[in-house]
């Protein structure tokens, strides 16, 4: 396997990683404030994430979007053929 497919392989693994770390502090955003708009006063405020927290984790996102990407776009196109293509919108 030639260096460009790893380095391409890596950021796609990168990116699903930052990806779901972010969707699971959105399932937590989401559940918090689920709880607060039927007034449960019993609400874990634990959960809901600082900003720099927030702030840290889109960064580390569009990063890896912009390195995956990047490594797809540096592919001989003779080397994407069996590849998944980054998805649409990174």
Same mark, same amino acid.
């Given at each position: 396997?030639?260096?460009?497919?790893?380095?391409? $392989?890596?950021?796609?693994?990168?990116?699903? /990683?930052?990806?779901? $770390? &972010?969707? /699971?502090?959105?399932?937590?955003?989401?559940?918090?404030?689920?709880?607060? @708009?039927? !007034?449960? @006063?019993?609400? !874990?405020?634990?959960?809901?994430?600082?900003?720099?927290?927030?702030? $840290? &984790?889109?960064?580390?996102?569009?990063? /890896?979007?912009?390195? &995956? !990407?990047?490594?797809? /776009?540096?592919?001989? $196109?003779?080397?994407?053929?069996?590849?998944?293509?980054?998805?649409?919108?990174?």
């Amino acid at each position: 396997m030639s260096y460009e497919v790893m380095a391409y $392989e890596k950021a796609g693994h990168d990116y699903r /990683a930052a990806r779901q $770390e &972010l969707n /699971a502090l959105t399932g937590a955003i989401a559940e918090v404030a689920a709880a607060l @708009l039927t !007034d449960r @006063l019993d609400v !874990d405020l634990s959960r809901w994430p600082s900003r720099e927290r927030m702030t $840290e &984790l889109f960064a580390r996102v569009r990063a /890896a979007e912009q390195e &995956l !990407d990047e490594t797809w /776009a540096g592919l001989p $196109e003779g080397m994407k053929s069996g590849l998944e293509p980054p998805p649409k919108g990174t």
